[in-house]
């Protein structure tokens, strides 16, 4: 969607997609319920990419500092993250999306959550920090791949993501050893 979303036109997305007018509009007869599969889809796409990253945590020591790593590789490398944010810009201003980009958006932060506690098992007891994490970690990533369109460098993403490490340790204690 390198047009955005708000000059993006089922015409382009004909010549995209390698298919006729026709072919589009018998799947998706109106432009509303082919812009709710792109949403869709790619939200589902952006789910997949935390569960790619996530798998390849390594077992043993610093295990939150190396999921914090992979995580930012999602974002800084992921294909999904910046047309997810050109759906959150459009839902601001278009009633008719606001609520399936809420919906998925929702849906991520219940999938990291669901991902950090697959991987990172919490102990009983645990500090109501260790239930932030995950969704604080997510909250800092996309602050920083946003501030990448502001000109960010890669140097100030890595002192934030080295912050987020140090905060990490906060709740290690609180997490199950393998």
């Avoid at 849906?107 to 645990?126: D, G, M, P, Q, Y």
Wanted: proline content about 4%; some cysteine.
């Amino acid at each position: 969607m390198a047009a955005g979303y708000t000059r993006t036109t089922t015409t382009m997305i004909c010549e995209k997609a390698g298919v006729s007018r026709g072919a589009m509009l018998h799947h998706y007869p109106k432009k509303a319920t082919l812009v709710r599969a792109a949403i869709e889809h790619v939200y589902n796409r952006r789910i997949e990419e935390f569960r790619v990253s996530m798998a390849k945590v390594p077992a043993g020591e610093n295990r939150l500092a190396a999921a914090i790593d992979l995580l930012w590789e999602a974002f800084a490398e992921g294909e999904t993250f910046y047309p997810s944010l050109e759906f959150m810009v459009a839902a601001r201003t278009d009633p008719s999306i606001r609520g399936d980009v809420e919906a998925l958006s929702q849906n991520i932060v219940e999938e990291v959550e669901s991902i950090f506690r697959e991987l990172f098992r919490i102990k009983e007891a645990a500090n109501p920090m260790a239930a932030l994490a995950p969704r604080f970690a997510l909250i800092v990533m996309d602050g920083l791949a946003l501030s990448r369109l502001a000109g960010t460098d890669a140097g100030d993403a890595r002192v934030f993501l080295e912050g987020l490490k140090q905060l990490s340790t906060m709740i290690e204690p609180d997490l199950e050893k393998e």
